[in-house]
């Protein structure tokens, strides 16, 4: 047998089960908040026909394609990409949602509140906070017909009642509006606004200068142009402030889109400000966004964590208006997805984030000898009976080997059978062992589960 | 725009809102379940390179192989099959757990035992319980160098808990032995013994006179020898009951691999005997249980739920001592599989498993006009604060149609704040309407969350 330590696939993590352990929480957290919201669970399957997914984006080159081993076999795959029917994985979940609401329009009541936690695949290069395989949890909120305003400002609240229950960063969520960026530039009468929006797209990246000089080397803008554009996407706000509005037209560029923007922008940023009640997490005007994806029609979000801008945004999203449409009836939409492999990979390689132990069990039943494994199973039994995790000692190794069978994996409790049928606990941290009913013993609430906590200093 | 309604994807099932809510809740059990036995969530990655997969099952046609767009647009698919690197999408979780054992071994304690709970895919022909895309919930106790045999008897007992706490038909769980069958075959002296289990493994669908008749003509065997083999696999025995034990015996066939297994199988069934204390969940011998995957190497499980056997299993496995082996180490393990989609699917289409509602939302705050808004917000979040599933109306429509907006859902409550401050909670089922404070009211426990239950008969 041809053995051997298998490699791990670059861009597609594994977690330890320590590191799972807070994964697991994170995503019950993001679970529990979005319930309490009131948004039901969907989950897509993962693959998607290619015409669906190469109609929205413009990342084909970063699409799995997925086909039958046999299918690939007899045909070859030299017609994969004209073949209506090729599957291929889904790279986000707001394209498999929106089909989704087309597919069972008929069966939803509108307007639909749902969430979704599921992997998701690119082809994408890896890196630090970029995988080929990777987990988002998005919220969203369609309506057929019409959408009301006020779901855009609701989103931001959702996502900072997530991250008050969670052990991170601070977080800054920065807010634009696509027809105010729109209008602006139409408003300035620039030929190619989209070429426009890329260049300023990098201002997270590069220099004002050198977008500066892109703008007017690359695109063709004049210098008074690329200023003024520079000037919008410099503007940024406080929590709550809608001084950003004045700043705008102080630069003197007029059009009705760039006014019903402005108006929705504020009236976003105008109801968030209270939002995360502090510092952990803000809402805030920043002019610069206008995010990637090209299905974004107003409102567009993105958040960083303080200390890890690197890594990009770990929450955007926005509102779009067009995205599902049966010809009908359009549904628009907006959505907020949380990158939940992008936020924990790197807090967990830098042991920034911890898992009290690396398994569910609290209590271990020791065996005393295999004659009496019985014995022990049974107490496990009352124990699981109300709520304890508990698993039976695998094997009748002298009680100073079950305890450190124990103390490998941090469970916090041993216990031990007596010959008189009566039960001790034993503390192993402590040391301290006590008689105890399986009928009736509970650890404390803090050991009971395994707890999740930040061990590093929290960041400026 | 090409708009249209999409089709849905033969064997990619999807469910509607109050169809996830079952799923969910089940999923939750599961987890709920393993983890109060101890055993450690994992998660794999979708993807294996083809060569683990192919080392190890016979299904290469079922496997869906993956590759970016990129790739089959540059180089063509005809050396697919040949590449090294080439992936394909996992068609079990018990071959990449494997894979991950033997690549984290320096960092997991021994024996280990996880579950798994994830998506896996095949290539098959969809039918009623056979999907492209399925859920799996998988338990395994896997060990460096050997394996304690009563993990055999253990993971029969965690599922037996798991059944116990879902509303679904009784389960009849299927025992045998691999080094049973395979001693018993070469106690007869039998040249083929795989191609005869095969055959037998047929039983289940095809009557034992046909199966007697395959086994002469197709695999060659003598009468006398096909007798014994069919005498053999009609073998079947009581919970706890180790009859069969002579039965066999009384067959004639010696060999010492059928001692042994003998033995093992025995030792399973004797301490499986009480497991699931009644008619909901029983354990017995059925000799003639082989499965199909060739990696079981001793006990082998197979469940079925009463008035559903045509399904086939929906919770199998075993013991395989050579899975994962890196060349120093081996690493044995057993494991149960539960296909939750399986199960679940085809009660779900018949309406025999109902949720009470398809959104956690238990109250809907009304709102008076759009300018009090913020004051709805504000009783949302108060009764958030406290574990309510709460969503405010979405438009300030007369009173009469945001009740009907809840009543769609089956929302059970309706929150109204009055004008002075003060609010009240109507139960839309009773339409009783009282004073109630978003700072201490609860709803009753059974409308905390969406309830699911069995709608039908119980099958016979």
């Known amino acids: 047998m041809a053995a051997r330590t298998p490699r791990p696939l670059s861009g597609f993590p594994e977690l330890l089960p320590e590191e799972r352990v807070v994964e697991e929480h994170v995503v019950d957290v993001l679970r529990e908040v979005f319930e309490l919201h009131g948004f039901a669970g969907v989950e897509t399957r993962a693959v998607e026909p290619l015409s669906v997914l190469l109609r929205k984006g413009e990342i084909d080159k970063e699409v799995y394609a997925v086909r039958r081993l046999a299918e690939v076999a007899e045909e070859g795959a030299t017609d994969a990409e004209g073949s209506e029917d090729v599957l291929a994985l889904h790279y986000d979940l707001t394209v498999p949602f929106a089909r989704y609401v087309l597919e069972n329009a008929g069966r939803l009541s509108f307007p639909f509140r749902r969430y979704q936690i599921q992997k998701v695949w690119r082809g994408e290069r890896p890196q630090e906070g970029r995988f080929r395989e990777f987990r988002q949890a998005d919220v969203d909120v369609v309506d057929a017909g019409s959408l009301a305003p006020h779901h855009e400002a609701e989103l931001p609240q959702v996502m900072a009642d997530v991250f008050a229950r969670l052990p ?31 260049e300023v797209d990098k201002l997270d990246k590069v220099s004002p200068a050198r977008v500066r000089a892109s703008l007017v080397d690359g695109v063709g803008l004049g210098e008074r142009d690329a200023d003024a554009c520079l000037r919008l996407a410099t503007l940024t706000g406080e929590p709550g402030s809608t001084a950003f509005v004045e700043g705008v037209r102080a630069i003197g560029v007029r059009h009705e889109l760039l006014e019903q923007g402005l108006d929705e922008l504020a009236a976003v940023v105008a109801s968030t400000g209270s939002v ?38 770990v929450c955007s999203g926005g509102r779009y208006d067009a995205l599902a449409d049966d010809g009908r009836t359009t549904y628009p939409g907006v959505g907020l997805s949380l990158g939940v492999t992008r936020t924990l990979l790197p807090l967990l390689q830098r042991g920034l984030l911890r898992a009290s132990r690396p398994t569910p069990t609290a209590v271990l039943v020791a065996v005393t000898d295999e004659e009496h494994r019985a014995a022990s199973s049974a107490a496990a039994s009352a124990l699981r009976a109300r709520g304890v995790a508990t698993e039976v000692a695998p094997s009748a190794a002298k009680f100073g080997k079950q305890i450190r069978f124990a103390d490998r994996r941090s469970i916090p409790f041993v216990w031990f059978l007596q010959e008189d049928g009566s039960s001790e606990v034993k503390d192993i941290r402590s040391g301290e062992q006590v008689a105890a009913d399986p009928a009736s013993w509970l650890p404390p609430a803090e050991d009971a589960r395994p707890a999740v906590t930040w061990t590093g200093e929290p960041p400026a």
């Open 168 to 198: 991170l960063p601070p977080v800054v969520m920065q807010v634009n509006n696509r027809r105010l960026v729109e209008g602006f530039y139409r408003g300035l009468g620039l030929a190619d606004p989209a070429a426009v929006m890329r």
């Open 276 to 313: 995360g009640s502090g510092e952990r997490f803000r809402v805030v005007a920043d002019l610069s966004v206008t995010r990637g994806l090209d299905y974004y029609t107003g409102t567009v979000y993105e958040a960083r964590m303080t200390g890890f801008e690197h890594l990009g945004s």
